[in-house]
């Protein structure tokens, strides 16, 4: 068995990078069941490979074309050209793309006759807050285009974006598709060292860009600026943190994910602007430690329930989520049932490591063994 790994981000399978090692844990889990995989990422970094796992990097130059969407399509394109010389001559028995490179996946399945899965990592466009049929959406939201590349299965994230609704809108059937819950850590370790004293912590973890809400989460924060008893704790990155670090009562911190739990321990409650979803990440792992959620209710099927484990705002009014992030600050009795509550949620969530053990046998379920091929069956 050998498979044909398409992702668009290089050394993502190394530890210590920010944000959910997803890609790692794969690579772990295909070098565990000893299948050969190909996995190929645009760039021209080398890496030390795997037992089974070789890495290939492909260097190809695109222009900075509009709509980004038309770019990557080409830089796909261009990809798709270059890896079948890249691949042994007995080539492989499944592709599997992630996010853009699934234009790449495409070509090569269609001209090779080789099964291709499509893993996407949730949607940037929540089919209950934008029209998604629109063609000016999806060239917007380019993700969506990879819903239409006529894959023969699919890997979703469920990080609450509804992506199953959005993949039944473009006539994706259920048995077509695998979803992962969005998952826990996979140990809950305490450190509370960032932490200041006499101060209730509200936390947001993610990307600081706008699709993250960060509009609404500067209004938020001006919205506290005269109160000395509550703190931002913010862990991320992105284009809003120069404007971020010059709020009073904002600490801004970047942290690896094995370092994430210092966070999280920190914080007495999560907030989560994002636009597009209420599942993320840092809504499961802030439960995992007991942390009440307030988020907009944008997500069909949430693990917040409201008054339960955390509060959902009507979305997008910033007002209302300051209302209720106040109530749970003002009120000791209420965060602590909450923080309970929202720990015992938490035991309902699978692990990453679950999560790919069951990804990696819905991969070789859509492989289609050629003969002499006997390595990495998952046993």
């Known amino acids: 068995m050998a498979f044909l790994v398409l992702s668009p981000w290089e050394g993502d399978w190394l530890p210590g990078r920010f944000g959910t090692p997803k890609n790692r844990y794969l690579f772990l889990e295909l070098e565990r069941r000893g ?59 499944l592709v599997i793309s992630m996010y853009w490179m699934a234009f790449a996946g495409a070509v090569l399945a269609r001209d090779s006759g080789i099964p291709h899965v499509v893993k996407l990592f949730g949607i940037s466009a929540n ?23 006529g894959a023969d299965a699919f890997v979703f994230e469920n990080d609450g974006s509804n992506i199953e609704l959005a993949a039944r809108t473009f006539g994706i059937l259920s048995r077509n598709m695998h979803i992962n819950l969005q998952p826990g850590p996979e140990t809950v370790n305490h450190d509370a060292s960032l932490r200041g004293e006499g101060r209730v912590i509200i936390g947001y973890a993610g990307r600081l860009e706008k699709y993250k809400g960060m509009d609404y989460l500067l209004r938020i924060i001006k919205s506290f600026s005269s109160r000395g008893d509550v703190e931002f704790l913010i862990a991320g990155r992105g284009t809003y943190e120069k404007e971020l670090r010059g709020l009073r009562g904002v600490r801004l911190v970047s942290l690896p994910f094995e370092e994430m739990h210092r966070f999280y321990s920190s914080v007495d409650l999560l907030v989560n602007t994002a636009t597009y979803a209420n599942m993320t990440r840092p809504t ?26 955390g509060f959902l705002i009507r979305p997008f009014d910033w007002m209302e989520m300051t209302r209720y992030i106040e109530r749970l600050v003002d009120d000791d009795m209420l965060r602590d049932r909450m923080s309970r509550n929202a720990l015992e949620t938490s035991k309902r969530i699978p692990t990453i490591e679950e999560n790919i053990r069951n990804e990696v046998d819905f991969y070789l379920s859509q492989a289609r063994p050629r003969r002499g091929r006997t390595r990495g069956t998952g046993d």
């Open 127 to 149: 089919p209950l807050v934008v029209n998604i049929k629109n063609p000016l959406v999806q060239i917007r939201h380019f993700d969506l285009l990879s819903l239409r590349v």
């Open 35 to 93: 299948i050969e995989t190909y996995w190929v990422y645009p760039g021209s970094g080398e890496y030390e490979d795997g037992k089974y796992v070789k890495f290939v990097a492909v260097n190809v130059d695109v222009p900075p074309l509009k709509p980004p969407a038309l770019r990557y399509y080409v830089l796909a394109r261009r990809i798709a050209r270059r890896v079948p010389d890249l691949l042994p001559a007995g080539g492989v028995e």
């Open 284 to 309: 499961v792992e802030a439960m995992a430690y007991g942390k009440p959620v307030v988020a907009f209710d944008i997500t069909l099927d949430s693990i917040i329930r409201h008054g339960y484990n």
